[in-house]
């Protein structure tokens, strides 16, 4: 069995790397905003809140569950991943001319 690609960014602060901690913990199963809140030391707010904001692009996907009253206010889901972690590979970046003659020198050689 292949093992996701994780990732440990542990030098800037309590939420630095939590995107990849959280798709680590939901690959090994689906997850309620509660228990990964439990996990990470934090509270059912930042969590959804992560869960909102940071999983939009071409790394991964995760599902999100129906909502439901836990005790008191509060709004727990059932969170899965549904696309494993890839790593994407950034486009070639174009070269910026600064200098036409020097660039036609160089490539003239």
């Known amino acids: 069995m292949m093992k996701i690609p994780h990732f440990r960014r542990n030098a800037g602060g309590l939420l ?21 809140a439990d ?5 059912l707010g930042q969590i959804n809140a992560i869960m909102r904001d940071s999983f939009r692009g071409d790394t991964s996907k995760v599902s999100f569950g129906e909502p439901y009253k836990t005790e008191g206010r509060a709004m727990d889901r059932l969170y899965t991943l549904e696309k494993k972690p890839k790593r994407v590979m950034h486009k070639k970046k174009k070269q910026i001319i600064l200098n036409y003659r020097k660039f036609e020198e160089q490539h003239r050689v």
């Open 16 to 36: 630095a790397g939590i995107t990849e901690k959280v798709e680590w913990k939901l690959s090994k199963g689906p997850q309620t905003g509660q228990q990964l």
């Open 39 to 43: 996990h990470f030391n934090l509270t």
